[in-house]
């Protein structure tokens, strides 16, 4: 176990809802990055949190935004859903940005 | 052009078989190199870095070209566990850890 934790595990909605994933990162870690995986195709990476901050992003667009809190756990706040929204969600937490990186379990959300 | 390029397979092997995956990359900045292997939708999971000199962990060998943006992980006397999906990774120049993937190649082994 990388002792980091996602919620929820499965989740279905609909086209144009909004949804909220989450992860609780290794304790001690204050970096969060998060990675979308479509079906068939590796991780894309979203974006990462340092201390709270977004200190990268990927090529998505701006309905797809994050928060951490202060206990450095964070969220992935996806709006307007579409179709191709549907993937595994994948959260990874390190001690810090360069340092390795240990990933969740994922959340596999499925929008209909 | 995708970042990191791999062959999808699948690549059906026997048991005790060797098999070699390629893996291209297109940023000669990039600074990292590393194969992840990822069971059918779980996490992807470290299994070795990759440096210019090769490396080797038991049965598995990478090596890594930086001329050529190439890399490559031979897996010898395949077991029926190493079937799975083995995922390139690059990290480009002063991107800390933040990921670029290739699509994967996934490996059948069979008894």
């Known amino acids: 176990e990388t002792g980091v934790t996602q919620s929820p595990t499965h989740l279905i909605k609909t086209r144009g809802q909004q949804v909220t994933l989450r992860c609780s990162s290794q304790s001690g870690h204050n970096t969060v990055s998060w990675y979308q995986q479509a079906l068939g195709q590796g991780p894309q990476f979203i974006f990462q949190y340092y201390r709270e901050e977004e200190n990268g992003r990927g090529n998505f667009p701006p309905r797809f935004s994050g928060l951490q809190f202060p206990n450095y756990s964070s969220e992935l706040n996806v709006n307007a859903l579409e179709l191709d929204d549907s993937a595994l969600y994948l959260c990874?937490?390190?001690?810090?940005?360069?340092?390795?990186?240990?990933f969740g379990s994922g959340t596999q959300l499925s929008v209909l | 052009r995708k970042e990191v390029e791999q062959d999808p397979g699948p690549f059906n092997v026997p048991e005790g078989a060797t098999v070699a995956f390629n893996c291209t990359y297109s940023?000669?900045?990039?600074?990292?190199f590393f194969w992840y292997r990822q069971d059918c939708r779980k996490e992807p999971k470290l299994l070795m870095s990759?440096?210019?000199s090769g490396n080797e962990d038991g049965r598995f060998t990478a090596q890594l070209n930086r001329a050529s943006q190439y890399i490559s992980l031979l897996i010898r006397d395949s077991k029926l566990s190493d079937s799975a999906t083995y995922l390139c990774v690059v990290i480009p120049y002063n991107a800390g850890n933040m990921l670029t993937f290739g699509g994967g190649t996934r490996l059948m082994v069979k008894p």
């Open positions: 990759v440096y210019s």
């Open positions: 940023n000669s900045a990039s600074q990292s």
């Open positions: 990874a937490s390190s001690a810090g940005s360069g340092e390795k990186l240990f």
